[in-house]
């Protein structure tokens, strides 16, 4: 697990398996004038402020390390999660913090409640694979659904919530505005081709792409869900890359070609998938 800090509000978690990442964002609180500071701070005070995890490393040893390295970093103990889509992989998050509440757009919300223990199921899959035993099982708790688009506060910051459709057929994208940083789930990827998953839509995986494109424009980074953390201008080139390949998907089918670099014997099997699901 590598942590790399994006801004002095925003750090990155990048995980040893899928290369997925982990966002933390803190969000500060107006500072008390300096004489009441100097009376009323205790040396040990926490740090002030709020704090979200957006998505989740994968790894036990690393859920495990996330609280450590929050403290290290002076970040408070998060108030709340929030999963950018309903995939097992980005659910993770109430293993390290398992009092925190749960936050995902609303059609992450329905997803999640028309289908209880889709996500506990994908992961025993997934640890039997790799003979991982974890200590306790996924309990994700109650789970709060957010309008898109909408705006959640953290401490005297907001956040941007944008619908995110397409990959399945749920998702959001987070804007951190003032740290300029994009979280866009599993979009704008630089090691994995657009994946259209059952439930998910071509149709509706071009219009986020379209949707993302000003505040890609925007952001410094743009954070994937797998794959290291881009500039803004390597994620324009992904983005009309990925459109290009969906459009010409949809006209050639398993013919089609694959984004440049992205090119490996895995992602030439979801572009198989791919072209069955549209077909």
């Known amino acids: 697990m590598r942590a790399l ?15 997925v990442n982990c966002v933390v964002v803190r969000g500060g609180v107006q500072a008390a004038p300096r004489e009441l500071r100097e009376t009323r701070e205790e040396p040990s005070a926490p740090p002030a402020g709020e704090s979200f995890v957006i998505d989740s490393p994968v790894l036990p040893d690393e859920l495990d390390a996330l609280p450590t390295l929050l403290e290290q970093a ?10 950018t889509h309903g995939d097992w992989d980005h659910l993770l998050g109430r293993l390290a913090f398992p009092s925190a509440a749960l936050g995902c757009g609303e059609d992450t919300a329905e997803r999640l409640r028309a289908h209880p223990g889709e996500a506990q199921r994908a ?3 997934f640890d039997e694979g790799l003979l991982i035993e974890r200590i306790r099982p996924l309990s994700l708790g109650s789970v ?3 309008p898109l688009p909408g705006r959640c506060d953290i401490g005297d910051r907001e ?18 505005g003032w740290a300029g940083v994009l979280v866009v789930g599993d979009y704008l990827s630089p090691v994995e ?10 149709d509706a995986y071009e219009a986020t792409l379209e949707r993302l494109r000003p505040f890609v424009r925007l952001a410094e980074t743009v954070v994937p869900g797998h794959g290291g953390p881009v500039t803004g201008p390597g994620a324009l080139e992904i983005l009309d890359a990925d459109l290009a390949y969906l459009r010409e998907l949809r006209a050639d089918g398993v ?17 198989e998938e791919n072209a069955t699901r549209i077909a």
């Open 5 to 19: 800090a994006l801004h002095p509000d925003v750090l990155v978690v990048a995980g040893a398996v899928l290369s």
């Open 74 to 83: 002076a970040f408070p103990t998060p108030s709340g999660l929030l999963a």
């Open 123 to 125: 992961l025993r899959s």
């Open 144 to 146: 709060q659904g957010l």
């Open 159 to 176: 956040l941007e919530l944008h619908p995110a459709a397409g990959h399945t057929a749920d998702g959001m994208a987070i804007l951190i």
């Open 193 to 202: 081709i657009p994946m259209i998953s059952a439930g998910g839509s071509a």
């Open 255 to 271: 013919t089609a070609a694959l984004p440049h670099g992205r090119r490996t014997a895995v992602q030439r099997q979801i572009h």
